[in-house]
């Protein structure tokens, strides 16, 4: 059997989930890239064709496919308005395995995942160190957002305004929690993710303070492991098993009720990416299922369970505009918890802004790789923010929080990027 | 010449980032939303510009390369599927919307706009713009005038046809032909507007599309009906038509569609109903209210269960919602969906309903129909799983026995979809002999070279 021939027959575990797409083109309707580009390889439809072509031996090799596959944000805008429900981002993901397996991993990619990421002790030492040299090399570019972008000149950096790592992480500042059930009878268990550590303690921080405000006990195990989205959205299947098997091995230790998280990206990553990639592992595959269960959005959390309830409007409510996190709206179908969120934060009142669910361009490692288009999808969004004359835009994830501010601050809008959890932990302290 | 010369005259005209020759972007214009074969073309080309875009035929022409111009591939018939070796022009680098004039009521378009796009932009200056194909989110109106395409208001509003002033198209030298205008009256020299709607890119590339706008309706009334026969929905149809009563939309589903639209979004249908008749009448709120009332007793007489009329804007959504989620609550049943569009005169309704019922069982296959009942165009679906050999010659069969029945009824191969590359051999059936001789005949005046979309409509080119 030729290689292609080898490829050809791993691409046929993908085969009945391909035939779904009738090809009618309406991805092109709500792509973020392709609205940039107008390119059909930039479209679902036009990559499915293309692992299709794969399988079909259309190809003699799988490079260009390959790229093109990759140059995705993941924000599953096309599987939301699918009329035929084709599963996108299972198969995208699996065929970014598949590929990876037969290609290898990039150089770099292999040095980050295998060396770092599945480190997670190594990776926050690393985060603490970087956080108190980072300074040498960028310069606060807005207070108000609390941006910073590259002294001189930075291939790294480029021209980009972006959220520096904090001084102190999170878990320096609360290595682990275990507390009880308070008034609500409720314990949940606390994954705090990377961002949310590093770059935005204060989240992390404003989490625990509502959490214990409504009598909720919280397990916060220490040592926690990147959820693994960086790693399998590069086709590293082993990378990421080994940081679900470390993660669940960390929440293992305590009893708790549900798992929450304040990072849109992560819920959606432990609720559907953790048992759709441990397959391969049945007691894994088991335990991540089970997890993946009860595992909630922190806005869901707070609204559907302990049933918070947006507050009476004031006169003199300040405005804030919310944008919809792709993870948390097409994957997790959570838009109305985080709105309701906003409107229960004393003094604040939510204004909604034209498209709030068209995504913000962050995608992850798309960002790294594709600034430029990333730039672009994320001045749409800007213009948006700004055209509800807000001061503050709310969104419930770390990751489009990073891009937010990037492209608010580099447009120079005195806009703070919030998380809605913050502004409703900041309405919960007295006045 | 060599694919790389051609490629660096393209690049020249249209700029390096807008021509495409790797293989794996070649592969994501190899196909459209129809059921057919890819064909992997040579060069794909996204001109930006007028100018661009008349070089690019020109050069296509120099060098014997078939042309296919291609919007958002939506086509249903093949259309847009271009010869092996070709060369794919894109029109979504030209998406301009050029003049919405309120004094006159025309748009100027470039032929990339998206149709959703134009009618919003439209309907933001107080007008309206009718034509409302079931891709209109993403299909483009330089494709909807090329296949001349339809929608649900095709009743009372008419056709893309319909809304054409004018044209400015290139001919195969790259020369910039000038029809119609923005004037209601013009009969300066052949109506040539009238020979490209439809021509499905055989005769030329437009560059400028010229469309009617009209007032928007006063006041809407939408109400379902629910009958225990498909028979007794179609006799309704036709006793609506019959009754001096022209609404806006006239649509209908069957029993298969409402169950697998119940089951996709639970709206509530009533699973036992035979057939599902959604109306809107429109107009003035005196004449609307007037028509609504005789078509809610016209169902009753013809044995309607029962009748729900929308009180308000969410209940009319409601209304729209079952219809606009048939197509994919149908897609969802089986993995290859047939989409078909055969269309008899309406009084023949009733007589294709049968006849579809029966070409079902006949040849074994799921069909569910649904459809724009009010001007005949029915959508007959068929759910099938294309990799089964054996069912999917049982298709063919059931496709052609379809068409067969349809012209026998007075009625033709396609009512909004186009001919393309999947009807072409039905169309001597539908014309004459002498029809396809004529249109080859222009063809071959107006493309001596046959470069222009070959193959299509006409056939002549496998």
């Known amino acids: 059997m030729t290689r292609m021939q080898e490829l050809s027959r791993m691409m046929k575990a993908l085969e009945d989930q391909l ?4 090809k009618c083109g309406m991805c092109q309707a709500v792509c973020p890239l392709f609205a940039e580009t107008g390119r059909e390889a930039d479209v679902a439809r036009g990559k499915l064709a293309l692992l299709d072509g794969l399988m079909q031996q259309m190809f003699e090799d799988p490079e260009g496919v390959s790229q093109r596959l990759n140059k995705c944000l993941l924000c599953g805008s096309c599987a939301a308005n699918c009329p035929s429900g084709v599963n996108v981002l299972e198969i995208f993901i699996k065929a970014r395995a598949i590929l990876t397996g037969y290609q290898g991993l990039p150089p770099a990619k292999k040095a980050i995942f295998k060396g770092l990421l599945a480190h997670p002790a190594l990776f926050d030492k690393l985060g603490e160190w970087g956080a108190k040299f980072q300074k040498i090399f960028t310069k606060p570019a807005s207070d108000v957002i609390g941006t910073s972008c590259a002294r001189f000149m930075s291939p790294l950096i480029g021209d980009r305004h972006f959220r520096p790592l904090a001084e102190t992480p999170f878990h320096k500042m609360m290595p682990s929690l275990d507390t009880r059930a308070g008034a609500s009878g409720r314990k949940v268990a606390f994954y705090v993710g990377c961002l949310a550590d590093k770059i935005f303690p204060h989240l992390a921080q404003a989490t625990v303070d509502v959490l214990t405000h409504h009598g909720v006990g919280i397990f916060m195990p220490e040592n926690q492991a990147c959820c693994g989205i960086p790693a399998v959205s590069s086709g590293d299947t082993e990378t990421f098993q080994r940081l679900v098997r470390h993660n669940i091995r960390q929440f293992k230790a305590g009893e708790y009720d549900c798992l929450v998280t304040a990072c849109a990206t992560c819920t959606s990553t432990i609720k559907e990416v953790w048992p759709m990639m441990t397959a391969t592992d049945d007691r894994l595959h088991a335990e991540a299922r089970q997890l993946a269960d009860r595992t909630f959005d922190i806005h869901q959390f707070l609204v559907s369970e302990l049933g918070i309830t947006g507050g009476e409007a004031g006169e003199a409510d300040t405005p804030v505009t919310y944008h919809d996190p792709c993870h948390l709206k097409k994957s997790l179908k959570v838009w109305t918890e985080p709105r309701t969120l906003i409107n229960a ?23 790294l790789q594709y600034y430029p288009i990333s730039g672009r999808i994320g001045e749409r969004k800007r213009d948006h923010i700004r055209s509800t004359g807000c001061r503050i835009v709310a969104t419930g994830c770390p990751a489009c929080m990073l891009q937010l501010s990037d492209s608010l601050s580099k447009a120079g809008d005195a806009i703070q990027v919030k998380h809605p959890v913050e502004l409703y932990a900041e309405s919960l302290k007295p006045t | 010449m060599q694919v790389k010369t051609i490629v660096k005259a393209f690049e020249a005209v249209a700029g390096v980032d807008n021509v495409l020759s790797e293989p794996a972007d070649l592969a994501t214009y ?12 040579a060069i794909v080309v996204r001109p930006t510009s007028s100018e661009a875009l008349g070089q690019v035929v020109r050069l296509c022409n120099e060098n014997r390369l078939p042309l296919t111009v291609r919007g958002a591939g939506t086509n249903l018939s093949g259309g847009t599927i271009p010869l092996p070796g070709g060369v794919v022009v894109v029109t979504n680098g030209l998406a301009r919307i050029l003049e919405i004039n309120t004094e006159d009521l025309y748009a100027r378009v470039q032929p990339g706009v998206v149709t959703a796009k134009l009618a919003a932009a439209v309907e933001a200056q107080g007008l309206f713009y009718p034509p409302d194909p079931g891709s209109q989110a993403v299909s483009t109106l330089g494709g909807n005038v090329a296949e001349n395409a339809g929608g649900l208001r095709g009743l009372k509003y008419g056709v893309t046809r319909d809304y054409v002033m004018g044209l400015d198209f290139f001919d195969v030298d790259g020369g910039l032909v000038k029809t119609g205008g923005r004037t209601v009256k013009c009969v300066s020299g052949y109506n040539l507007t009238g020979l490209m709607v439809a021509s499905e890119g055989t005769l030329g590339v437009f560059n400028e599309i010229t469309l009617k706008l009209i007032p928007p309706p006063a006041y809407r009334k939408a109400m379902m009906a629910v009958f225990s026969e498909m028979g007794q929905a179609s006799e309704a149809v036709a006793a609506i038509i019959a009754n001096r009563v022209v609404p806006a939309t006239l649509e209908f589903m069957d029993n298969f569609t409402i169950r697998a639209v119940e089951s996709y979004s639970q709206a509530g249908l009533p699973l036992d109903a035979g057939a599902l008749m959604l109306v809107e009448c429109d107009g003035y709120p005196g004449q609307v209210e007037e028509d609504a009332a005789k078509v809610e007793s016209i169902c009753k007489e013809m044995g309607a269960t029962s009748i729900r009329v929308a009180r308000d804007d969410a209940e009319r959504d409601k209304v729209w919602e079952a219809r606009r989620a048939a197509l994919s609550a149908l897609a969802k049943v089986k993995p290859t969906t047939v989409l078909e569009d055969a269309t008899v005169p309406r009084s023949k309704i009733p007589a294709m309903i049968r006849a579809l ?9 799921t069909i569910g129909t649904f459809g724009h009942a009010g001007d005949g165009n029915l959508h007959p679906t068929i759910l099938t799983d294309r990799r089964n050999t054996q069912e999917w010659e049982r298709v063919e069969a059931a496709i052609e026995e379809i068409f067969e029945e349809a012209l026998a009824m007075g009625g033709t191969l396609s009512g909004e979809h186009g001919i393309g590359t999947a009807k072409c051999r039905f169309m001597e059936k539908e014309t004459s002999r002498a029809t396809m001789v004529y249109s080859r005949r222009i063809k071959s005046a107006m493309d001596p070279h046959n470069i222009l979309n070959p193959g299509k409509i006409i056939g002549g080119q496998s």
Do not use: H, Q, T
């Open chain 2, 357 to 365: 019922d029966a070409i079902s069982k006949k040849y074994d296959l």
């Open chain 1, 345 to 367: 934060s004393r003094g604040y009142r939510l204004k909604e802004m034209a498209e709030p669910d068209w995504c913000c361009g962050m995608g992850g490692s798309f960002n």
């Open chain 2, 30 to 41: 190899a196909y459209d939303a129809a059921v057919l074969d890819k064909v992997m073309p």
């Open chain 1, 19 to 22: 035939v779904v797409c009738m």
